[in-house]
């Protein structure tokens, strides 16, 4: 007997539903990266969720304040649904990573209980635009061999 095994979707998937969560997330993402953010912030409030981008060093709040508390629990939720964390915990610290073809960057994410309200979220972006080449590295031919022995390719 055959069992019929279906993949989890990706990142991009999820947020390429419709819906205000889908809408959301695609939202914060693509402004990131229009900022060039290095970091998105989430933080649980009694009154819902503020979400901020650290932008050349200093925090911004370029999105309006998410004043529902119910709609800020489903925005942290959908965040842990298409990184693969723990839905069911939310007593504590989590760590994942996932990419993005929308933004071309990978996202490092920290999640910790609130010190008051629900969960807090830092995401560390990684934009993939940013990382140096090997063959830009101007490496003479053994170097080159040498590192493409430690990285297993040779």
């Not at 981008?53 to 999105?63: A, D, K, N, S, T």
């Not at 990978?106 to 090997?134: A, K, M, W």
Request: negative net charge; proline residues 3%; contains cysteine.
């Amino acid at each position: 007997m055959a069992f019929a095994t279906t993949r989890a979707p990706t990142p991009d998937e999820i947020i390429s539903e419709r819906g205000f969560l889908a809408n959301f997330w695609r939202h914060v993402f693509t402004e990131a990266k229009e900022r060039n953010a290095s970091d998105i912030h989430l933080e649980s409030l009694k009154s819902g969720l503020q979400v901020r981008l650290r932008c050349q060093g200093v925090l911004i709040e370029p999105f309006e304040r998410i004043t529902n508390h119910s709609d800020g629990v489903q925005i942290v939720d959908k965040l842990k649904e298409f990184s693969g964390l723990d839905l069911t915990n939310k007593s504590v610290l989590q760590d994942t990573s996932f990419s993005l073809d929308l933004t071309n960057s990978t996202y490092r994410v920290s999640l910790s209980p609130g010190f008051q309200h629900g969960e807090c979220v830092v995401l560390r972006v990684i934009s993939n635009d940013d990382l140096p080449r090997l063959e830009n590295l101007h490496l003479d031919k053994n170097a080159m061999r040498d590192v493409l022995w430690a990285l297993g390719q040779k």
